[in-house]
């Protein structure tokens, strides 16, 4: 199984107006296959302070549990520095982590809603990048190596051309 990238967005609606658009834009991104939703927990909180929350995931059973593997391993080879125990052992609590289909647990939409107010929503998402799977393996086979990334926003550059400005 090849993993692409992982994106955890985490959205804030002060104000919800749910029109569908987000939901019909995510299902276009994962018609085309360039998104896959690994993750995403949605919790809203009304005016009387009642929680709704909603839990989502493109992955079946075995795919959350292989990918739970694989991330389990790679957390085990980080602090194990290549020992096949840490690995093995990794892999084992990232497969258990991801038994019930979810990375993100359940009882956080109760951490979530005591972080938002009343008449607000708020979201994680975690968005595994399918697209970029080929990019990367063409990058590999030249012998390249991400130096570094970074995402950059429309705000990231109002703020340089401010400086620019102010320069």
């Given at each position: 199984m090849a993993i692409g990238p992982v994106q955890m967005l985490v959205l804030g609606f002060a104000e919800p107006n749910f029109t569908g658009k987000i939901?019909?834009?995510?299902?276009?991104?994962?018609?085309?296959?360039?998104?896959?939703?690994?993750?995403?927990l949605v919790v809203q909180k009304d005016?009387?302070?009642?929680?709704?929350a909603l839990q989502v995931s493109d992955l079946s059973q075995d795919e959350a549990t292989e990918m739970g593997a694989i991330a389990g391993a790679l957390v085990g080879f980080g602090v194990g520095e290549g020992d096949e125990d840490?690995?093995?052992?990794?892999?084992?609590?990232?497969?258990?982590?991801?038994?019930?289909?979810?990375?993100?647990p359940e009882e956080d939409a109760l951490y979530i809603a005591d972080a938002i107010p009343n008449d607000s929503t708020a979201a994680i998402i975690l968005l595994e990048?399918?697209?970029?799977?080929?990019?990367r393996n063409a990058i590999v086979e030249a012998g390249g190596?991400?130096?570094?990334?970074?995402?950059?926003?429309?705000?990231?550059?109002i703020a340089i051309g401010v400086?620019?400005?102010a320069g």
């Open positions: 939901a019909a834009e995510l299902d276009r991104l994962r018609e085309h296959e360039f998104v896959k939703i690994v993750d995403a005016a009387e302070g009642n929680i709704t840490a690995i093995e052992a990794g892999a084992e609590l990232g497969s258990e982590a991801m038994a019930d289909g979810h990375l993100i990048h399918l697209w970029a799977i080929p990019l190596t991400a130096l570094a990334d970074e995402w950059i926003h429309a705000s990231d550059l400086e620019a400005a």
